[in-house]
């Protein structure tokens, strides 16, 4: 699941955090930061063991500026010691209480005795037909403007451009969420065609999907910059009605952020 895999890599980070700020605690001075107001200035002085009678000892250091800056640092990394194991108890704590919560976890028992019938537990998934099928018609592609490149085929037959859009497609498909590839936009300013078009089934609100595949082609992300910036103009934003996603340095897709988006977004 999602948020359990994506709450263990947060607990791994601080952890990592943690043991790079105990590390650098050790290479730090002895004692510890004390001060108090002078006549007309903060004094600020460190206390160390004398090694004859185990007495303590006050050190002034308000001169000695290499000595002072190691103590406060070691202040700091004190205390973001004891955050960081505190926060990361929690974690681990919130990790074993977690429960999944998505539909085919929540439906286990019952999709291993009905196979065939797991599709109907996601939403619209039923037989009835689309309201909009403009929108819902997945194999319609007449309003496609470019339909040249469309070497790739989805599971269900939809020619598309990358096996990122595919993979997005056959997780859209997954949780029973309509589309539309490649449709026109209904704004008469704008001549583009988002990847997919979605008209979310709880609130009715159409929702695009751009996923950005070719990240190391300078040309390919200008144009999807100046897209973006055309689409705001219009109120196409993220965050309101606009996903965005991004393939890999070697062109792969991370799935995790794909259904993060989907549960997050459009269930």
Same mark, same amino acid.
């Given at each position: 699941?999602?948020?359990?895999? *994506?709450?263990k890599? %947060?607990?791994?980070?601080?952890c990592?955090?943690k #043991? ?10 002895k004692?510890?930061l ?12 460190? *206390?160390?063991t004398?090694?004859r009678?185990?007495r ?10 290499e000595k ?10 004190q205390?973001a ?7 990361? @108890?929690v ?16 439906? @286990? ?6 196979? @065939?019938?797991?599709?109907f ?16 018609n997945?194999?319609d592609?007449?309003n ?8 790739s085929i ?11 859009? %595919? ?15 490649e449709?026109?936009?209904q ?11 979605i ?16 990240? @190391? ?6 144009? #999807? ?6 689409y *705001? ?5 993220p965050?309101? #009605?606009?996903i ?21 977004w459009?269930?």
């Amino acid at each position: 699941m999602y948020y359990m895999q *994506e709450l263990k890599r %947060i607990n791994q980070a601080l952890c990592e955090r943690k #043991n790079d700020l105990e590390h650098e605690l050790s290479s730090l001075p002895k004692g510890h930061l004390y001060s108090y107001v002078g006549k007309d200035k903060r004094i600020y002085y460190y *206390e160390r063991t004398t090694t004859r009678d185990g007495r303590t000892k006050r050190v002034g250091i308000n001169k000695n500026t290499e000595k002072l800056a190691a103590l406060v640092r070691k202040k700091y990394v004190q205390k973001a010691i004891s955050i960081a194991r505190k926060n990361s @108890s929690v974690l681990e704590s919130a990790i074993g209480l977690i429960t999944p919560f998505d539909e085919a976890s929540l439906m @286990s028992d019952f999709v291993r005795s009905h196979p @065939s019938k797991e599709p109907f537990i996601y939403k619209n998934s039923t037989s009835a037909p689309c309201d909009n099928q403009s929108i819902c018609n997945p194999q319609d592609d007449s309003n496609s403007l470019l339909n040249e490149g469309l070497k790739s085929i989805s599971h269900d037959g939809v020619p598309m451009r990358s096996m990122g859009e %595919i993979a997005i497609a056959a997780r859209l498909d997954h949780f029973g969420i309509q589309y539309k590839y490649e449709a026109e936009l209904q704004v008469p300013e704008l001549r583009y065609v988002p990847d997919f078009t979605i008209r979310r089934a709880h609130d009715g609100r159409i929702i695009y999907w751009e996923h950005l595949g070719k990240i @190391s082609d300078k040309e390919y992300m200008q144009h #999807n910059r100046r897209k973006f910036d055309d689409y *705001e103009e219009y109120g196409i934003v993220p965050w309101r #009605n606009l996903i965005v996603t991004y393939g890999t340095e070697d062109g792969g897709i991370n799935m995790k952020i794909v259904d993060a988006m989907i549960q997050g977004w459009l269930l």
